[in-house]
């Protein structure tokens, strides 16, 4: 059994078979969730995992080329995100819908407050 990392064997499968820019939706637990990616639900009960923790960690296990999030967004949800990438690109909310539907991956977090949602594209290490 790993000891560090993610240990979601979902999850850690669905990281592994990622490559150069495909799509990473991180949602709340309200975003409507797109037919045909994969999904790994995380979401445990109302805020369990949150956003930020779930976040947190898949940043330190993909290389992120860049983000879009939902202009709407505000808060510490929307300072993590600018915290993190610095060219975040905001979107109209319905606009991130549509470009969610592109996912090559989902990851439905416990989050409860609105808009804490954003779309990962993955980058190469090298």
């Known amino acids: 059994m790993k000891k560090a990392g993610i240990l ?3 999850l850690a499968g669905a990281l592994a078979e990622l490559g150069h ?5 991180v949602c709340d637990a309200g975003m409507p969730i797109p037919a045909g990616p994969r999904v790994v639900d995380l979401a445990f009960r109302a805020g369990v995992p949150s956003f930020a923790q779930v976040l947190e960690g898949l940043l330190a296990e993909l290389v992120v080329e860049g983000a879009t999030a939902a202009q ?3 808060g ?3 300072a993590l995100l600018e915290g993190h990438f610095q ?3 905001l979107v109209p909310h319905e606009r991130l819908k549509e470009l969610s539907a592109g996912a090559r ?6 989050e409860a407050r609105p808009y804490a ?3 990962l594209r ?5």
């Open 8 to 10: 979601n064997r979902h």
């Open 21 to 25: 820019g495909d799509g990473v939706l």
């Open 72 to 74: 709407e967004l505000r």
């Open 76 to 78: 510490p949800g929307r």
């Open 87 to 89: 060219d975040l690109e």
């Open 105 to 110: 991956l989902v990851v439905r977090t416990g």
């Open 117 to 119: 949602n954003v779309l």
């Open 122 to 126: 993955c980058g190469v290490f090298f």
